[in-house]
Structures are given as structure tokens and as C-alpha cells.
């Protein structure tokens, strides 16, 4: 039977690792959403290609992110925790989606701890 902490571990590797996927092929078909639009528009100015094509490349980070979470759950789960942390420091310094910004700071501690809960444990550490 799995302890709480197993239960947690994996409901956590499972949400960080899956969802950085789906997101980041959602950036190639844009059917959740028009990311383009949560790129700061002085940071678009400073990029050397359009705003979509910057949103392929950040889709590319995060699948491999997301796959890493599943494969190395700690190392992974600390990428996932920096970039989600990046993303929100962003949009708050951008003045926009705030409320985006908040979840994507909570969504970063979650990663976060998700590394610490599989440091913790031997078993779970050489993930």
C-alpha cells in the first residue's frame, strides 16, 4: 500500500511532468490559447523573431522540462520549478496577467517541493 507521502510524490511528478508537456505542444497549435500574448511586449521588441516563433522555442523547453520531471523527477522538478518562477517574474515586472503570474508562483513552490520530497527519500533520489 502507498504511503501518503508516495501518493503525493507521484500525483505531484505526474502533474509537473504531464502538464509542461501538453503545454508546451500546445505552443505549435495554439488551441489552448494565443501564448504569444503573455510575452511582455518590450520583451517581444528585444527578440530577433516574432513572438510565435519564440513561443515554438519555449514550447520546446518546456516538453523536454516536462519529460525530465518523469525521467529525473528531482533534477527535473527544480528546471520546472526555475522556469515556472521566470515565467511569473515576467508577467509581474510586464504589469500584466497578475493573476497568472500568482499561480505560476504557486505552481513553482509545488515544483519545488516535489524535488525536495524525492531528495528525501533514497529510494526516490536517484530519479
Not at 16 to 28: E, Q, R, T
Not at 40 to 56: K, N, R
Not at 88 to 96: I, K, N, P, V
Not at 106 to 114: D, G, N, Y
Request: aromatic share 8%.
Amino acid at each position: 500500500m502507498n504511503s501518503n507521502k508516495e501518493v503525493a510524490v507521484n500525483l505531484l511528478k505526474y502533474t509537473f511532468g504531464l502538464v509542461p508537456i501538453v503545454a508546451g505542444l500546445d505552443k505549435f497549435l495554439n488551441l489552448l490559447t494565443d501564448w504569444s500574448q503573455y510575452l511582455a511586449p518590450s520583451l517581444g521588441d528585444m527578440l530577433p523573431m516574432e513572438a510565435g516563433a519564440f513561443m515554438v522555442v519555449v514550447g520546446i523547453i518546456e516538453i523536454v522540462a516536462g519529460i525530465l520531471v518523469l525521467v529525473k523527477t528531482k533534477i527535473g522538478a527544480l528546471i520546472v520549478s526555475a522556469w515556472l518562477g521566470l515565467i511569473a517574474l515576467t508577467l509581474l515586472f510586464s504589469g500584466t496577467y497578475i493573476d497568472v503570474a500568482v499561480r505560476d508562483l504557486v505552481m513553482a513552490i509545488a515544483a519545488f517541493s516535489l524535488s525536495k520530497l524525492v531528495s528525501e527519500d533514497p529510494i526516490k533520489s536517484k530519479n
